[in-house]
T-cell receptor, first 114, second 113 residues
Framework: DTEVTQTPKHLVMGMTNKKSLKCEQHMGHRAMYWYKQKAKKPPELMFVYSYEKLSINESVPSRFSPECPNSSLLNLHLHALQPEDSALYLC?????????????FGQGTRLTVV | GENVEQHPSTLSVQEGDSAVIKCTYSDSASNYFPWYKQELGKRPQLIIDIRSNVGEKKDQRIAVTLNKTAKHFSLHITETQPEDSAVYFCAASTPSGDYKLSFGAGTTVTVRA
């Protein structure tokens, strides 16, 4: 299984809503990532978890809250988002953060904030 | 931190011709250079990568070259096909940067039939 699975595929939420994005992988990868991607732009790193501990937070606003319940799961909790947060949110995983190996991306959640 | 520049931003080629995309990086400590292809509405997928101890790597119609002295690397696609149409991103990973992937801005490749 070389898949990173993200749910939901699409999400529309109001600015006062609370929602969560989910990501799952069963490749035994110990590094997991959240990226944000705007149209026609490269993925922009938000968070990195290494061995279930947060290792990098790229100064992301607190309305985005990551969680890594176990080595296979990664969540992104969303609260009080702004319309400019509308984007494709990509989860990725790799064997290990320091091993410089392929990062496998999920299909992404297309988020629209209204 | 690492800065990766990618050129051109758009590239249109005739089917069967070659396509070349070039990237430069700023941190001489960068040691891993992947290339991702992203088709419209899909996830980025690794097509080829190269490490700093290698100068060239080839996989069928795709090749990557790395010049560590000049700090640039290039993607070469030969015998292009319509299914090669996509956005291509180069990236660099740096130990001193916590191994974060720094992406180039992307190249939109269109293969004309």
């Amino acid at each position: 299984d070389t898949e990173v699975t993200q749910t939901p595929k699409h999400l529309v939420m109001g600015m006062t809503n609370k929602k969560s994005l989910k990501c799952e992988q069963h490749m035994g990868h110990r590094a997991m990532y959240w990226y944000k991607q705007k149209a026609k732009k490269p993925p922009e790193l938000m968070f990195v978890y290494s061995y279930e501990k947060l290792s990098i937070n790229e100064s992301v606003p607190s309305r985005f809250s990551p969680e890594c319940p176990n080595s296979s799961l990664l969540n992104l909790h969303l609260h009080a988002l702004q319309p400019e947060d509308s984007a494709l949110y990509l989860c990725a995983s790799s064997l290990g953060q320091a091993l410089n190996t392929e990062a496998f991306f999920g299909q992404g959640t297309r988020l629209t904030v209204v | 931190g690492e800065n990766v520049e990618q050129h051109p931003s758009t590239l249109s080629v005739q089917e069967g011709d070659s396509a070349v995309i070039k990237c430069t990086y700023s941190d001489s400590a960068s040691n891993y250079f992947p290339w991702y292809k992203q088709e419209l509405g899909k996830r980025p997928q690794l097509i080829i990568d190269i490490r700093s101890n290698v100068g060239e790597k080839k996989d069928q119609r795709i090749a990557v070259t790395l010049n560590k002295t000049a700090k640039h690397f290039s993607l070469h696609i030969t015998e292009t096909q319509p299914e090669d149409s996509a956005v291509y991103f180069c990236a660099a990973s740096t130990p001193s940067g916590d191994y974060k992937l720094s992406f180039g801005a992307g190249t939109t490749v269109t293969v004309r039939a």
